[in-house]
C-alpha cells in the first residue's frame, strides 16, 4: 500500500496552493569541470571531512540529464520545483546558460521554477578574501542576484534569496562540520549578520530587475526544554534565540533579539532597514524540534554534528518518538506547533508562509516510512492553516537521493533512487504516494 489517505483522505488545501519539491546545485548537479570551485569542494578534499570520504564532483549529474529530471518532475505532477543557482557556475563564462537551458524545459512542462540564489556553496575566490565574514561578500551577492535576475527574469517570476543562513553560520563557521570548516564558536556571529544583510541587498536587487514574488528559506523548529528546571530553561530559550529568532527576527521585525545586535559589526542600526526590506512570502524549512537542557559537561552527538561541552546548551533524546535513519525524531505535530507560533510571535508583520523544505533519510524503494513521514507533516501543516496561519504551498526534500554535505552518500531523502555507480533513476513508492496526493488535490 502505497497511499494512507486512500482510507483516511487528507483535507483539500485551499486552492491555488503551490506543490512542489526540492534539490540543490552542490548536492546533484555534478559537473564540476564547468565552473569555479566551491568553498564546499575544497572542503571536501581535505581528508576526514566528510565522513564516506565522497565528493559531490559528478553526484547525480543532474548537469547532463536535467531533462530526464524534469520529465520526472512532470510525471510527479508538482506545480513548481525548487532548485539553488550554483554561484561558482554563474561565475564561469556561459555558466548561466545551463540555467537558461533549465529554466526553458521547466516552463515547457509547465513546472514553475523557483530558484534559490545562495545554498551554502560560496565561490572559492570568495572566501579567500574572507568570504561571509567580510561584508564586502554581502555586496558581491546583490551583484550577482542582478546579474542572474537580468537573465532569468523573463521566465522566473518566484525567487529565494538565501536557504539556511543558520546551519551554514553555526555548522561551517562556528563548530567546523560543514564547509568551510571554520570553527569560530561566537566569533561567527558577523557570518550571520552578513548574510542577512546580503538577503536585503538582493531583495533590493531583485526588486529593481522587476521581480515581484521574493522570498527566503530560514530553517526552523520547535524548542522543547528538557524540564522546567530554570537551568533547562535558559538554555533552550538560547537554543531558540540561536537557531530561531537571530534570523527571523530581523527580517521580519527589524530588529535582533535583545543583546545581539551590539555583537555584530557594522552600522547595525541601517543594516537592519535594509535587512528588513520586505519580503512577499517567508520560507520554512522544517525536519524536526529540539530538546534542550543545561550543558552536561561532555561533547554530544547530534545529527552527525559533535556538539562540543561548552556550549551553553545540551541536545537531548526527544523520547517516545519513532527516529529517521538519519536519527532525527519525527514530529509531525511540531510543525503545527512552529506554524501557530510564529504567527503568535509575529503576528501582522509574518507574510504569507511557505514550507520550502521538509523531508527524511529511509533506504529503499518501497519506503513506507517516508510515506508516513510526510503523510503526517502534509496533514500537520493542514492543521495550521485549519487554525489561521497563511500558508501557500509545501515542497518536499528531496526529489532525488544526493550528496548529503559532510554525511556523503550515506544518507537518501530523495522521492527518486539514484544509484550512484549508474545514474539510473528509479521513482520509490514515495514519489507515487505524492503523485496521487496532487492528484487528489487537483
Same mark, same amino acid.
Given at each position: 500500500m502505497i497511499r494512507p489517505m486512500a482510507t483516511n483522505p487528507i483535507s483539500q488545501f485551499p486552492a491555488g496552493f503551490l506543490w512542489g519539491v526540492s534539490t540543490s546545485a552542490h548536492q546533484i548537479e555534478g559537473a564540476v569541470g564547468e565552473r569555479e570551485q566551491s568553498v564546499w569542494d575544497?572542503?571536501?578534499?581535505?581528508?576526514?571531512?566528510v565522513k564516506d570520504g565522497s565528493t559531490a564532483a559528478v553526484a547525480c549529474d543532474h548537469y547532463h540529464r536535467y531533462r530526464e529530471d524534469v520529465a520526472l518532475l512532470a510525471g510527479l505532477g508538482?506545480?513548481?520545483?525548487?532548485?539553488?543557482?550554483?554561484?561558482?557556475?554563474?561565475?564561469?563564462?556561459?555558466?548561466?546558460?545551463?540555467?537558461?537551458?533549465?529554466?526553458?524545459e521547466l516552463c515547457a512542462a509547465g513546472v514553475r521554477p523557483v530558484p534559490t540564489l545562495f545554498h551554502w556553496d560560496l565561490p572559492v575566490s570568495l572566501q579567500e578574501k574572507g568570504g561571509w565574514l567580510e561584508r564586502d561578500t554581502a555586496s558581491r551577492f546583490a551583484e550577482y542576484a542582478s546579474v542572474v535576475a537580468d537573465r532569468l527574469g523573463d521566465r522566473v517570476q518566484k525567487w529565494i534569496t538565501l536557504n539556511e543562513p543558520a546551519e551554514h553560520t553555526l555548522f561551517g563557521h562556528a563548530l567546523g562540520a560543514h564547509a568551510p570548516g571554520k570553527q569560530l564558536?561566537?566569533?561567527?556571529?558577523?557570518?550571520?549578520?552578513?548574510?542577512?544583510?546580503?538577503?536585503?541587498?538582493?531583495?533590493?536587487?531583485?526588486?529593481?530587475?522587476?521581480?515581484?514574488?521574493?522570498?527566503?528559506?530560514?530553517?526552523?523548529g520547535p524548542t522543547w526544554p528538557a524540564s522546567r528546571e530554570q537551568a533547562d530553561l535558559e538554555a533552550a530559550d538560547f537554543y531558540d534565540v540561536l537557531l530561531n529568532r537571530l534570523f527571523a527576527d530581523p527580517l521580519l521585525l527589524g530588529a535582533y533579539p535583545a543583546g545581539?545586535?551590539?555583537?555584530? =559589526?557594522?552600522? #547595525?542600526?541601517?543594516?537592519?532597514? +535594509?535587512?528588513?526590506?520586505?519580503?512577499? @512570502?517567508?520560507? !520554512?524549512?522544517?525536519?524536526?524540534p529540539t530538546r534542550v537542557g543545561a550543558p552536561q559537561g561532555e561533547d554530544i552527538e547530534f545529527g552527525g554534528l559533535t556538539l562540543p561541552?561548552?556550549? =551553553?546548551?545540551? #541536545?537531548?533524546?526527544?523520547?517516545? +518518538?519513532?527516529?529517521?535513519?538519519?536519527? @532525527?525524531?519525527? !514530529?509531525?505535530e511540531g510543525l503545527t506547533e512552529l506554524l501557530t507560533g510564529f504567527r503568535e510571535r509575529y503576528g501582522e508583520?509574518?507574510?504569507?508562509?511557505?514550507?520550502?523544505?521538509?523531508?527524511?533519510?529511509?533506504?529503499?524503494?518501497d519506503d513506507q516510512k517516508r510515506i508516513a513521514y510526510l503523510d503526517g507533516h502534509v496533514r500537520a501543516l493542514h492543521k495550521a492553516i485549519e487554525a489561521g496561519v497563511?500558508?501557500?504551498?509545501?515542497?518536499?526534500?528531496?526529489l532525488l537521493d544526493n550528496f548529503e554535505w559532510a554525511e556523503g552518500y550515506a544518507r537518501r531523502f530523495g522521492l527518486v533512487h539514484v544509484d550512484y555507480e549508474t545514474l539510473a533513476r528509479t521513482p520509490k513508492a514515495s514519489y507515487a504516494w505524492y503523485r496521487e496526493l496532487l492528484r487528489a488535490q487537483g
Open positions: 575544497a572542503f571536501t578534499a581535505e581528508p576526514g571531512r508538482v506545480g513548481a520545483y525548487r532548485f539553488s543557482i550554483s554561484w561558482p557556475r554563474v561565475r564561469r563564462e556561459g555558466g548561466l546558460d545551463f540555467y537558461d537551458r533549465l529554466v526553458d564558536m561566537y566569533d561567527a556571529l558577523p557570518v550571520a549578520h552578513h548574510q542577512l544583510l546580503a538577503h536585503g541587498l538582493a531583495v533590493r536587487a531583485l526588486r529593481a530587475a522587476g521581480a515581484t514574488d521574493i522570498g527566503i528559506a530560514n530553517s526552523h545581539l545586535d551590539e555583537l555584530m =559589526p557594522g552600522d #547595525v542600526s541601517a543594516d537592519l532597514e +535594509v535587512i528588513a526590506e520586505p519580503i512577499d @512570502w517567508y520560507g !520554512v524549512n522544517y525536519y524536526a561541552a561548552e556550549l =551553553p546548551f545540551s #541536545v537531548r533524546e526527544v523520547e517516545g +518518538v519513532p527516529v529517521t535513519d538519519f536519527g @532525527w525524531p519525527v !514530529v509531525p508583520k509574518l507574510p504569507p508562509v511557505v514550507i520550502t523544505e521538509n523531508g527524511c533519510s529511509y533506504e529503499g524503494t497563511d500558508v501557500r504551498g509545501y515542497f518536499v526534500w528531496s
